[in-house]
């Protein structure tokens, strides 16, 4: 399977527009990130991703989990994002559920 490995120096606009290109293409999307960091990179990459594609009646989602990698002999653990698409309706694009900010919490 192919990923898509981001880093944490990877813009999240080029990564987004990558992936946005990918799910108009019809082929799957996978990330795959080691760090902090290159997990921040990606979730921002989606969340702009999202945006690209949400007036054009397709929306995604994503899954993360973990995996063991091997990188350069060394054992890492990395997590692996699973983005999945939905088609919409132009009567469906009200805003999520949880997302009114008066029941918002921060942690």
């Known amino acids: 399977m192919d ?12 990564v987004a527009g990558a992936i946005a ?3 108009k293409d019809g082929v799957p999307v ?13 979730i921002k990459a ?4 999202r945006g690209f594609l949400i007036p ?5 989602s994503c899954a993360p989990t973990f995996s063991d990698i091997e990188i350069g002999g060394e054992s890492r653990t990395a997590i692996r994002i699973a983005i999945y698409v ?22």
């Open 86 to 107: 939905h088609t919409i309706s132009p009567q469906t694009t009200t805003p999520p559920i949880g997302s009114n900010a008066s029941h918002e919490k921060t942690f």
């Open 3 to 14: 990923f898509l490995k981001v880093s944490s120096k990877s813009s999240p606009a080029s």
């Open 46 to 49: 989606i969340a702009i991703a």
């Open 56 to 60: 054009t009646g397709v929306d995604i």
């Open 30 to 42: 996978n990330i795959q990130c080691v760090g902090a960091g290159a997990v921040n990179q990606a």
């Open 21 to 23: 290109g990918m799910v």
